[in-house]
């Protein structure tokens, strides 16, 4: 298996841009969840997924942030418009009923400049 | 809601050594796994070792090991004969007992390995 897959790894654009993360899971998995991690905050939980319905949104830092999970191998994560203070690592993570971990992508590191 | 803490920002050990990182976690629900995860500077998450709230033996996995008291809601990793590969940030997640749950993460602690 390949493993959770996201893109792009690198992503640098100007304040005010949109910016899109995509989240492949691994296969069979039917919970996906986002994360960030930043200096100051350390890992935060933004939104989860289960069966492709949101669960729980409630570290979506503002109405500039959105998530959708169209169908049960892809996600994206949108920032319309982006601000310097998304800068972050940006994980996607997934996992099933019956397996005890979450396996991480590679993250996707955000600079807004 | 849950929260974890590490109290050891930075620990440093030598190469063959053994270190324990520490880490306490708050919680009031009695159905909870307990993780570690290691970030090396790839920024890749690995989990290293997990627990399960309900089993008393503590978890093992090769060189690393852990020391689980529930009542003093402990979890502390303990690297027996670190090698330079050990060196990471190291992370303390809970998760609540349903798999379709968020993890809740430590700080972090930064582990050295010195030749």
């Known amino acids: 298996d390949a493993g959770v897959i996201q893109s792009p790894r690198h992503e640098v654009t100007e304040m005010g841009q949109e910016v899109t993360l995509r989240c492949k899971p691994i296969s069979g998995h039917n919970s996906l969840f986002w994360y960030r991690q930043t200096m100051m905050r350390g890992l935060e939980l933004l939104i989860y997924?289960?069966?492709?319905?949101?669960?729980?949104d409630s570290g979506m830092p503002e109405d500039r942030f959105s998530a959708k999970m169209p169908n049960a191998s892809f996600s994206t994560l949108k920032i319309q418009p982006s601000e310097p203070r998304d800068s972050a690592v940006y994980f996607c993570?997934?996992?099933?009923?019956?397996?005890?971990?979450?396996?991480f992508g590679p993250g996707t590191r955000l600079t807004v400049l | 809601a849950q929260t974890v803490t590490q109290s050891q920002p930075e620990m440093s050990v030598q190469e063959a050594e053994t270190v324990t990182l520490s880490c306490t976690y708050d919680t009031s629900e009695s159905d909870y796994y307990l993780f570690w995860y290691k970030q090396p500077p790839s920024r890749q998450m690995i989990l290293v070792i997990r627990q399960e709230a309900y089993k008393q033996q503590n978890a093992t996995e090769n060189r690393f090991s852990v020391n689980f008291q529930k009542a003093a809601k402990s979890f502390s990793l303990k690297i027996s004969d670190s090698q330079l590969g050990d060196a990471a940030m190291y992370f303390c997640a809970y998760r609540r007992g349903r798999s379709g749950s968020r993890l809740t993460f430590g700080e972090g602690t930064q582990l050295t390995v010195n030749p």
């Open positions: 993570a997934s996992t099933s009923a019956g397996v005890g971990e979450q396996f």
């Open positions: 997924f289960n069966n492709n319905v949101p669960i729980d």
